[in-house]
């Protein structure tokens, strides 16, 4: 075949295929959606882009079917046009979680907790849906999991809905590829910000400190502080040594008290003023940018985090804790007890701006292999529950979810920056340096 040929139409067992996205919106979000589609409209295989994620499917019941225009798109052609790099999602996004009750494998034999999982399987049925694609986070990943092992349970000869599962998340703490589509637009959406922060930082004398994005690893706060310029960045992999302690709590889900990882909060507001003294000190600037990744407000000391909500996941409403306004309040008072001088630190969130932002172009073009990779792991490779993953010059690789998720506890494990990597050293390289 010439290299200037399309590939073959494919025989393929999916007549119609339905196409989700689940969880917080990223840049190219559309890009992944629209080269999925148009792979399988090529082909002449149905496309239905499921909206709003789960949450229609999870309200199905025979009596009320789902509506088009409502809890589903017919996607064709027409609405495809130029929306590669277009903002937003083209079928919207929840977070609605039909997986909620299964923590356990035998949990999917219990009708009870299994319930929301058959629905959603009967209204994608109710469809005449062939096959699933799921667009989402880790959380995401953990329900197509659980939809595929659901559907193990069902009889012998019972219809099967192949599922492939497609990694999103801006916070690219993903295990199985390398960098997730969105992140690279975030972080320079991000580091623009920082950029002009640090303009105003240095007019005014002051210091801003930015609450970053990134629940529960560093990539997003690091890639920010490193393009953006910032004068220090801290995430949750740093809370090690002298910034790490421990402290007797009680386990919101099983009620029983354990012992808990905090961070040691004296210490780190100690580093910070360390890093605003030595850049006045030994470089003359009395102004500059922090950067804090959110996910260190699950390391808080329980004062702090007492009585915060969780949402479906388990995770804490971060959004109720004010990270930001806590240490710029506690830098503030460290700064002034440890030189007698008063400085300005205004705290400022960072990342919900950045999640619909126009995707730059290595988004579009990872988030394009990722849409096409559904196509190919579905009619070309006939895979069911695997997530499909982009290396190197945009290969493409398809990991199998028992892979990516333990297959006695269903957890996911989350890829942090790894302490001393080159990418976590670039960092210190970088800002401002302070002698431990």
């Known amino acids: 075949m010439s290299t200037l040929s399309r590939p073959p139409l494919l025989e393929s067992n999916i007549r119609r295929v339905a196409i989700l996205f689940a969880g917080g919106p990223a840049p190219a979000a559309n890009a992944v959606i629209s080269t999925a589609s148009v792979s399988f409209l090529r082909n002449n295989i149905d496309v239905l882009g499921i909206q709003h994620g789960y949450s229609h499917l999870m309200e199905y019941t025979p009596e009320k079917p789902l509506v088009e225009g409502k809890g589903y798109v017919r996607i064709t052609h027409q ?20 997986g909620k009750a299964i923590s356990d494998p035998a949990h999917l034999r219990d009708p009870e907790r299994s319930a929301p999982l058959k629905t959603v399987y009967d209204a994608l049925r109710s469809l005449e849906v062939d096959a699933l694609i799921s667009i989402g ?31 999103k998340t801006i916070d690219n703490d993903y295990m199985g590829i390398d960098f997730t589509f969105g992140y690279f637009t975030a972080v320079e959406f991000l580091a623009s910000e920082v950029r002009n922060l640090l303009a105003d930082a240095e007019a005014n004398r002051a210091y801003f400190l930015c609450e970053c994005m990134g629940r529960s690893a560093g990539w997003l706060a690091y890639g920010t502080a490193i393009s953006g310029e910032a004068s220090l960045v801290i995430s949750v ?28 909060l004296r210490e780190v507001v100690k580093r910070i003023v360390a890093t605003m003294r030595a850049r006045e000190e030994a470089e003359g600037k009395e102004f500059g940018v922090i950067i804090l990744a959110e996910g260190l407000a699950e390391l808080l000391p329980s004062q702090h985090i007492e009585g915060v909500p969780r949402d479906e996941h388990g995770h804490i409403a971060i959004s109720q804790i004010s990270l930001g306004k806590l240490f710029s309040e506690l830098v503030t008072k460290e700064y002034n007890a440890q030189t007698g001088r008063k400085r300005k630190v205004t705290s400022v969130p960072l990342g919900y701006e950045s999640r619909c932002a126009r995707p730059q172009a290595f988004d579009v073009m990872l988030g394009s292999q990722l849409g096409v990779g559904a196509y190919r792991a579905l009619v070309e490779k006939r895979h069911d529950g695997v997530m499909v993953s982009v290396s190197g010059q945009l290969e493409l690789d398809y990991v199998p979810f028992n892979r990516l998720v333990d297959p006695a506890t269903l957890v996911t494990v989350v890829r942090y920056i790894e302490p001393g990597s080159d990418f976590h050293r670039l960092a210190r390289f970088l800002e401002t340096y302070v002698n431990e």
């Open 79 to 98: 609405m495809l046009k130029r929306s590669r790099n277009s903002q937003g999602i083209l079928i919207g996004t929840a977070r609605a979680n039909p």
């Open 137 to 167: 986070g880790d959380d995401t990943l953990k329900t197509a999991n659980k939809f595929k092992m659901y559907q193990d349970t069902l009889p012998p000869g019972s219809h099967r809905i192949p599922v492939v599962h497609l990694p």
């Open 237 to 264: 992999e740093d809370i090690t040594g002298k910034y790490e302690t421990s402290e007797e709590s009680l386990n919101p889900k099983t009620g029983r008290k354990e012992i808990r990882r905090v961070m040691d």
